[in-house]
């Protein structure tokens, strides 16, 4: 699908969420169920057809058996219901050695634009999960970059193992930041704390983590200029968290 179509699908959502929204504001008066329910049918069947309309980004090779790895992201703005906080998207296309992917986005002083809903885009820096590669099991990383219009940077890194660690072990799905997990009182959200290493180069110039050349679609080890060139601070390693800057509006 087209970055038009893309766009228009995105629009078309964010008006079903504001018809739902504006139901859902009048649950203080005497409140049309079948108004509301409508609304929300309206909001799920624009988010599918968004959904299906993202497009796939090649963000590794395997190590091990050299197939890509892609997902599903919106590249053409931050701003889009991709980057939602808790989006559930279409699962990775991916090997079976894949264990799952952590990302970081560097807004590089650009604006997002107007937020609707909340993103958590994770630190601004890159980072690998020392927990994964330090195991015995051979799991190795591969660290990539793409860019997000008007020009922010994403990095991600892929985990892949033969043999596969336990479930409990893998990163949740990212961007959407958290792992979904049924009680007996209904579905809940596993936010893990891991200990993060952000000094990438020093594992790039070992033997678990590689970084992937897009452009000649090889993995290579040593050097990255894919890295920033700037000292990590603190900021850098904090997570990101933009609260909306703007309600949904039926004319968003």
């Known amino acids: 699908m087209s970055r038009y179509e893309r766009a228009f699908s995105s629009r078309t959502l964010a008006t079903h969420l504001a018809e739902a929204d504006a139901e859902r504001a009048r649950w203080g008066s005497p409140v049309n169920a079948g108004e509301w329910r409508w609304a929300h049918n309206l909001a799920d069947e624009a988010l ?21 790895t892609l997902l599903a992201l919106d590249l053409d703005a931050l701003d889009r219901p991709a980057w939602r906080a808790f989006f559930q998207g279409p699962a990775p296309r991916a090997c079976a050695h894949y264990i799952g992917t952590t990302g970081a986005v560097d807004l590089l002083g650009l604006d997002p634009g107007e937020l609707s809903f909340e993103l958590h885009l994770g630190p601004s820096r890159p980072y690998v999960l ?24 994403v990095y991600t890194v892929s985990y892949y193992a ?20 049924e009680t007996l009182s209904g579905p809940g959200w596993h936010l893990p704390s891991r200990v993060r290493d952000f000094d990438v180069a020093r594992w790039l110039h070992g033997d678990r983590v590689q970084w992937f050349d897009a452009e000649g679609g090889r993995l290579l080890r040593g050097e990255c200029p894919l890295l920033p060139e700037e000292a990590i601070t603190a900021a850098h390693i904090m997570d990101q968290v933009l609260m ?9």
């Open 48 to 68: 599918e057809a968004y959904t299906k309309a993202l497009g796939w980004t090649r963000v590794a090779l395997c190590p091990h058996c050299h197939k890509p």
């Open 130 to 153: 020392p927990d994964l590669l330090e195991r015995e099991e051979d799991i190795r990383g591969v660290l990539a970059r793409a860019s997000v219009e008007p020009g922010h940077a």
């Open 162 to 181: 033969a043999p596969l660690p336990p479930r409990s072990l893998r990163p949740p799905p990212w961007p959407a930041g958290a792992l979904p997990y």
């Open 244 to 252: 909306p800057t703007r309600p949904r509006t039926l004319s968003s």
